[in-house]
T-cell receptor, first 108, second 112 residues
């Protein structure tokens, strides 16, 4: 079983829509959780950390459910510029493991 | 600050050749890692380091060596290149265990 699993999508949504997707992880001792954004042929860039109480950054909301071992990302009022691949990442000890990514395409 | 700098950006190798991918960071980060990214496979950890002089294997270490003689530099050596090592390689660093990693812009390697 992979350490981090994501629904690959693709999610194809109109501008202004809300889109949400999840990521599950297998190591219950994982300590830190993150969402990254990766544009085509570019490096991953940290979008936000994910905290147990849930957290928001503008139109982005991240949730962590330790009991069920999943994290989620919700994007409100989608913009064309939100089109990207979103990677969830889970840190256990010193190692950061990534899911394969969820592709989101926002159409006009 | 330059952040994480990787060189070269592109490289073509012949099977059996060796080379070193360079990675340097100027943020005084203790934690550094090397990943490879292949279509449909996501980012896979090759080797990582928690400080100068300390390295360990990740998920896919075979065929690669690393060393960490300074905090700033974390080179990745391909010992004898194989076509299966054709990939995009990312170096990343982090200040501490709780933080996410900052990535370099990557090296696109083709082995023919």
């Amino acid at each position: 079983r992979k350490e981090v699993e994501q629904d690959p999508g693709p999610f194809n949504v109109p501008e202004g829509a809300t889109v949400a997707f999840n990521c599950t992880y297998s190591n219950s001792a994982s300590q830190s959780f993150f969402w990254y954004r990766q544009d085509c042929r570019k490096e991953p860039k940290l979008l936000m950390s994910v905290y147990s109480s849930g957290n928001e950054d503008g139109r982005f909301t991240a949730q962590l459910n330790r009991a069920s071992q999943y994290i989620s990302l919700l994007i409100r009022d989608s913009k064309l510029s939100d089109s990207a691949t979103y990677l969830c990442a889970v840190k256990s000890d010193y190692k950061l493991s990534f899911g394969a990514g969820t592709t989101v395409t926002v159409r006009a | 600050n330059a952040g994480v700098t990787q060189t070269p950006k592109f490289q073509v190798l012949k099977t059996g050749q060796s080379m070193t991918l360079q990675c340097a960071q100027d943020m005084n980060h203790e934690y550094m890692s090397w990943y490879r990214q292949d279509p449909g496979m996501g980012l896979r950890l090759i080797h990582y380091s928690v400080g100068a002089g300390i390295t360990d294997q990740g998920e896919v270490p075979n065929g690669y060596n690393v060393s960490r003689s300074t905090t700033e530099d974390f080179p990745l050596r391909l010992l004898s290149a194989a076509p299966s090592q054709t990939s995009v390689y990312f170096c990343a660093s982090s200040e501490n265990q709780a933080d996410g990693y900052t990535f370099g812009s990557g090296t696109r390697l083709t082995v023919v």
